[in-house]
Nanobody, 128 residues
Framework: EVQVVESGGGSVQSGGSLRLSCAASSDTTTSYSMAWFRQAGGKEREGVAAVGGDGQPWYADSVKGRFAISQDNGADTLDLQMNDLKPEDAAVYYC??????????????????????WGQGTQVSISS
């Protein structure tokens, strides 16, 4: 079983920044594909950013140029640096992991069904 833990959520004013952290762990594997999703009230859970088994990043169009992912603490982590936050970024952010080597080519997007392991979610609130 893979455990996924997120941290770093909170409230920030519009135009500000937050950094979310995620770590996945298991007694049986240390190889993961990881992603960040978000879900606002009344909307479907959508992919925000992801890294595939090849190490290549993927970003939703709505966050390109503002958000960045990194794995500074190892391949079993995925930090999400969020800059120039906007009110529409407010949501519960979820980190997800898969033990399969997922890759995102041009035109492909992360889907929740691709991931078997999820964190509890962390709230990001934006004030104007």
């Amino acid at each position: 079983e893979v455990q996924v833990v997120e941290s770093g959520g909170g409230s920030v004013q519009s135009g500000g920044s937050l950094r979310l952290s995620c770590a996945a762990s298991s007694d049986t594997t240390t190889s993961y594909s990881m992603a960040w999703f978000r879900q606002a009230g009344g909307k479907e859970r959508e992919g925000v950013a992801a890294v595939g088994g090849d190490g290549q990043p993927w970003y939703a169009d709505s966050v390109k140029g503002r958000f960045a992912i990194s794995q500074d603490n190892g391949a079993d982590t995925l930090d999400l640096q969020m800059n120039d936050l906007k009110p529409e970024d407010a949501a519960v952010y979820y980190c997800a992991a898969s033990t399969r080597p997922l890759r995102y080519l041009q035109g492909a997007i992360p889907r929740p069904a691709y991931y078997s392991y999820w964190g509890q979610g962390t709230q990001v609130s934006i004030s104007s």
